[in-house]
């Protein structure tokens, strides 16, 4: 037995009796044999309604189709943000971003990051000793103590944040590989690395976290897929990214290991200038769902029914605690974690784990959903922020709730008819923002200061 079997091994038995109270989580501690390989796929700014399994009539995605077909599919799934630092900082920690110092963009002319001292999905598995890679775009802070390889993970091929960002390069580990990227070819390289990733790693537990620059704009894809779908620039974006998905699943299934292999599959947040959120209201940066209910396709041969589905809410924020209760890894116990095990509702249909979920913007808490509404308390008009409550020039002003069992699309509030909703609604709301008022932090401003230097400022030797 190697010695990385051997503390394999070691830690599935220690963590056999463990428990994580604090976060409210069961979990059982797989032999390590059996323990899952893990894939997290996340696109950039793809909405609701993009995917041909969601509805989309333009775009096909044959490939990723196959997770629904193949798996469960999520109809009631929340980006952690409406926008991607934020979003990306929730998928990682299973916390809401306000408490990674991560709730506002960053940009590439400041030294922002999350906090180094959270503790990521790599940094958890990795020490349940799974290998760990990321592929793709970070946005969690550019400077190397923010670095992925210095957040858990063992290999890294990607960039550091979105690609409107200047400059745009390409990084292996820490060293500059290209500049500026070339864009056409980035999705097939990005599949190329993580088929390496696979390969290398196929005969023990791994961690793979691909998270795609596009559909972020500006819009990039090879020349040959020029005219490939029936909805232009964009829909030829999204079926690039569905063969980079292909490229996935055919080596999990070349390698035999995809029954074995839990995928998730998601995007950060809503559609911006282009793409469809569905029949939901609004889009990327926005308060209504259209701006955080995206797609989330989940698949696992081995425990989840193929083809089902769910309406059960969930977020971002639970698949810390889901990956760690189908790995037996040990999700941190020295901090509030706002995700939840939702294995359950994968697997059998059971109810969702959350009381209430909230939906931040920044230092702000712009709605809160439970099991039946969703309570808006804050909107944008003309890009001013509206406050539905405590407003100083529109007293008749009213927070906005929403039946989501006949109105998912946000259209009608029905506030009058249920005072009673809106009232514990809203002090669910008061209590997380009393508790979190500490955390606020200020977003730097759009232009950088005189002087300010941009992007890494290593990777050159």
């Known amino acids: 037995m190697t010695a990385k079997a051997f503390l394999v091994t070691l830690a599935a038995g220690m963590l056999a009796g463990c428990a994580t109270a604090d976060t409210e989580m069961t979990m059982t501690a797989p032999e390590a ?17 993009d995917l041909s399994s969601y509805g989309a009539e333009l775009i096909k995605t044959p490939n990723i189709d196959r997770l629904a077909t ?13 926008v991607c630092t934020p979003s990306r900082a929730a998928l990682m920690t299973g916390r809401y971003p306000i408490r990674t110092g991560a709730q506002h963009v960053f940009r590439a002319q400041f030294d922002d990051g999350m906090e180094p001292g959270e503790v990521t999905l790599a940094e958890m598995l990795g020490e349940a000793g799974y290998a760990t890679g990321m592929v793709g775009k970070w946005h969690l802070g550019h400077q190397l103590e923010h670095w992925p390889t210095n957040q858990g993970f063992d290999d890294f091929y990607g960039v550091a944040y979105s690609n409107d960002m200047f400059p745009f390069d390409l990084f292996d580990g820490t060293k500059r590989i290209e500049s500026p990227v070339d864009q056409t070819t980035l999705t097939a390289r990005y599949a190329d690395a993580a088929v390496d990733f696979i390969e290398q790693n196929a005969d023990d537990p791994f961690f793979l976290y691909y998270a795609e620059s596009i559909t972020h704009i500006p819009l990039f894809h090879p020349p040959a897929n ?8 964009y829909g030829d974006v999204v079926e690039t990214i569905d063969d980079a998905v292909g490229d996935i699943l055919d ?7 995809e029954d074995n292999t839990l995928i998730f599959f998601t995007s950060d947040n809503g559609p911006w200038f282009e793409g469809s959120s569905g029949d939901l209201r609004d889009r990327k940066g ?16 081995d425990r989840l029914p193929a083809g ?37 509702v994968l697997e059998a249909g059971a109810e969702t784990p959350h009381d209430v979920l909230f939906f931040f913007d920044g230092n702000d808490i712009v709605a809160a959903r439970n099991a039946d509404y969703r ?10 922020p509206v406050e539905f409550r405590n407003n100083p020039y529109l007293k008749w002003l009213e927070p906005l709730l929403f039946d989501m069992k006949i109105d998912p699309a946000e259209r009608y509030s029905m506030a009058s008819r249920n005072p009673e909703v809106v009232a514990e609604l809203l002090e669910k709301i008061t209590e997380m923002t009393e508790a979190t008022a500490e955390l606020h932090r200020e977003p730097n401003p759009m232009m950088p200061p005189p002087g300010a230097l941009h992007g890494p400022q290593f990777g050159d030797e």
């Open 33 to 49: 044999q059996s323990r899952p390989n893990i894939i997290v796929i996340m696109a950039d700014d793809l909405g609701y309604g």
């Open 226 to 233: 020029s005219g490939r779908s029936e909805a232009g620039t």
């Open 308 to 344: 089902s589905e769910t309406s059960e809410m969930a977020m971002s924020i639970d698949l810390l605690p889901t990956i760690a209760a189908a790995t037996g890894a040990t999700a941190p116990t020295d901090r509030t974690i706002d995700g939840r095990d939702i294995l359950p």
């Open 375 to 384: 309570l808006v308390v804050k909107a944008f008009y003309r890009n001013y």
């Open 70 to 82: 193949e798996g469960v599919k999520m109809t009631s799934f929340y980006a952690g943000a409406a």
């Open 251 to 257: 080596t999990l299934e070349r390698l035999e290991i």
């Open 286 to 301: 926005g308060t209504y769902l259209g701006g955080f209910q995206v797609p989330m396709l989940v698949r696992w041969p």
